[in-house]
């Protein structure tokens, strides 16, 4: 990967506002101090509260519903504290947040929270007055809210910025199974991949006249915009299993694997290793795989993207 920069909330350390939630031990503590101020408050006769082991006990089911509102207070305080930061925020929490940075950065007709959340984190670049990439990044996808992404480089001492943008390709798998007509065995699966990451001549005429505008663009710089340079590959590869294991079920986990992998790959600059195919296939029940396709890892530049066209995955056997 040669560029990313995109926020991947999955890869930030848990924030240390957020509170881990057990209702087993939020029942147990309202257990425990419920029997110190039954002692302290001397009961009749010095009566003992010792029917806590019985199923139909009064007391633990009191404990136990007024357990299940603390636990939804406690994950509403949690899910307030998501709700105002960048990362995690959705909706209007979004637009709040949005308020504090430069110029408000109001959200565009019909973006989605993830393309909104990536323009508000870039939206700072755009005050620097030596045309950072990340300043036209944040122009080009404001000046379209339909692209899922853009980059921009420049050849040193030419004064040319070539921002390239890319369609929002969103890509479908449909998979095809192929069964033995003889023994009903799962003999493969594969995929043809949908999608064109190529904008339209319009979309780049948009986009550069959008960012040739007084008060974007660098007075030395001279603008470019086209579409990815696109490397096509396909992905296939062999699988073993380990004896007894369910092969249908096997490879619905290999198959919505490979389905989030090449989602997440799915960027300019992306490259695409055979490490992480490997990874994908390297689901519960398999033995071992061997990648047949791609040869070796898809490299791309900042103005590249790689387009799968295609996946099969073959079973081979069951590991001896």
Partial sequence: MSRFSVIQPELLPQMQVLESISMNDIITTRLARFRELWALSDPP????????????????????????????????????CRAITLVYGVGSDLEAIASRYPGGVPKLVGESDPAYRRRIWLSPNALSPHGEAESYQ????????????????????????????????????????????????????????????TPTLQQIIDVRKYILAEGRKGLTDEIIVYGPKITHCNYKARVWLFPNMPTDFVMSGIETAVAALLAKQNWLGYDHSRMAFDAALAQSGVHHAVIDEPFKDVNVDDRGLVKVDMVKLMVAGTAE
């Fill in 138 to 197: 944040f122009w080009a996808l404001t000046a379209d809210s339909t692209l899922r992404d853009a980059s921009a480089v420049t050849a040193e001492g030419t004064g040319k910025v070539y921002i390239t943008i890319m369609a929002n390709n969103v890509e479908t798998l449909t998979w095809n199974r192929l069964y033995d007509v003889t023994t009903g065995a799962l003999l493969s699966s594969s995929a043809t991949l949908s999608g064109n990451a």
């Fill in 45 to 80: 006769n010095a009566a003992q509260y010792d029917v806590g082991a019985l199923e139909f006990d009064p007391i633990v089911i009191n404990q136990e519903c007024g357990g299940y509102f603390e636990g939804m207070l406690r994950d509403r305080v949690n899910q307030a």
